[in-house]
């Protein structure tokens, strides 16, 4: 394998292109949270300041949502007991979950007392807490598709939850267990 030395602009250009190919929220880690992540966009990038021949230093700002997710619940992970499981929250705020829903025709969500209800799926549908849309990659975002008890979407307060799904195929959900920071 062939290596090279670059120049010090060269190896700059290269940081400013790496830091800054990220044009929405990316996770952004601290040592200092080690179980967290942060989600966080470039917004300032400073010059490279050359120690010597191989060593720099940058300085990179981000603007930051104002929460920390515990690492790996921002990910989908697939619920096997679709009659119901039990979802830990350990932290001091309730989560907005992603919900995937397999399935088509009528589906009731279940989430701890309420039941949320599908109507019309066709094939998958997503229930995008955080956001507050309820969509399906075919038909988009459908007037209709859910109906919620007093049209809130679900949450997980902190401590026990329970979730599960009538009339579907599979299911799915992100947690997204977060703390202020």
Request: hydrophobic share 35%.
């Amino acid at each position: 394998m062939e290596t090279r030395d670059f120049s010090a602009l060269e190896m700059q250009a290269q940081i400013n292109y790496w830091l800054s190919a990220a044009d929405n929220y990316m996770p952004l880690y601290f040592s200092s949270f080690p179980d967290y992540e942060l989600q966080a966009i470039l917004t300032g990038v400073s010059s490279l300041k050359w120690m010597n021949t191989r060593v720099g230093s940058i300085s990179a700002e981000f603007s930051c949502k104002p929460f920390a997710y515990r690492i790996g619940s921002t990910e989908l992970r697939q619920i096997d007991e679709l009659n119901g499981v039990i979802l830990r929250n350990n932290e001091n705020l309730e989560s907005l979950p992603l919900i995937k829903i397999y399935g088509s025709g009528h589906m009731g969500l279940t989430v701890n007392d309420d039941v949320y209800e599908i109507d019309g799926a066709d094939g998958v549908t997503y229930i995008d807490v955080e956001n507050h849309i309820t969509y399906s990659p075919t038909q988009g975002i459908v007037p209709g598709l859910a109906r919620f008890p007093n049209h809130q979407y679900p949450t997980l307060p902190p401590g026990d939850n329970y979730i599960g799904i009538d009339g579907a195929d599979g299911l799915e959900v992100a947690p997204k267990w977060r703390k202020l920071i």
